[in-house]
């Protein structure tokens, strides 16, 4: 039986999709999560899964942070990315980083079930307009190796950084202590390359990682 996983945040458009699933797949057993902490859980409780359709801009995944993530944690779990960006070279960038397909949100449901049935097949499946341009430059492929070397809950921290949250803050909603936190983001801080946690965070937006503009406490 296909086992398949969608994480988006939208209601609407997971039911539509769970339709299309159904008619293209009958008997597909379909997982959902609203929220990226909950895609975490359900790859975890998953780890068989057939395939994963993730939307871009659901909250928390920042850019291509999640698929990037995910890759490097579950390099056996193929991942479509399911969006309404139709930018020919963001999709060409999410091939780049792992994603084995591409499907615009504005796509009927006949090329959703052929896009679904072919990277299933161990195929990949993009408009074909993303073939016309360049994908991510060398600079942004050797972050996103870095970006791969952090643990899940380095990741973590990383993202509550970004968010201008301070070590105490991330130290509660972790449940660890500040100077775990300290440990943390000076693994972090080595391993992307950077002298402090500004930096960080800029070295992890060059992934398009959308992290706000908000100033960085130490």
């Known amino acids: 039986m296909t086992e398949l996983l969608i994480a988006d945040d939208h209601p609407l458009f997971r039911e539509a999709l769970r339709g299309v699933v159904a008619r293209a797949l009958p008997g597909t057993a379909i997982h959902e999560a609203d929220q990226l902490a909950r895609l975490y859980e359900l790859v975890e409780e998953y780890p068989d899964a057939d395939l994963l359709l ?9 850019g291509f942070s999640a698929l990037i993530h995910l890759r490097a944690l579950h390099p056996q779990l193929p991942v479509i990315i399911v969006s309404a960006h139709e930018d020919p070279l963001l999709m060409r960038r999410a091939l780049d980083h792992g994603a084995m397909g591409f499907i615009p949100k504005s796509a009927d449901a006949t090329i959703l079930g052929q896009a679904l049935q072919q990277v299933l097949d ?41 968010a201008g949250q301070l070590n ?20 972090i801080m080595r391993k992307l390359g950077a002298s402090n946690r500004t930096q960080a965070v800029l070295v992890a937006g060059k992934l398009g990682l959308n992290l706000p503009n908000r100033p960085i406490q130490d």
């Open 54 to 62: 993730l939307d871009l801009d659901m909250p928390g995944a920042s």
């Open 122 to 162: 161990g195929g990949t499946w993009v408009p074909e307009v993303a073939y016309s341009v360049q994908g991510a430059s060398d600079e942004e492929q050797l972050v996103a190796a870095r970006v791969r070397e952090l643990t899940p809950q380095q990741f973590r921290v990383l993202q509550m950084v970004g």
């Open 168 to 187: 105490k803050q991330i130290a509660y909603d972790l449940g660890v202590s500040e100077a775990t936190v300290k440990a943390h983001m000076t693994a």
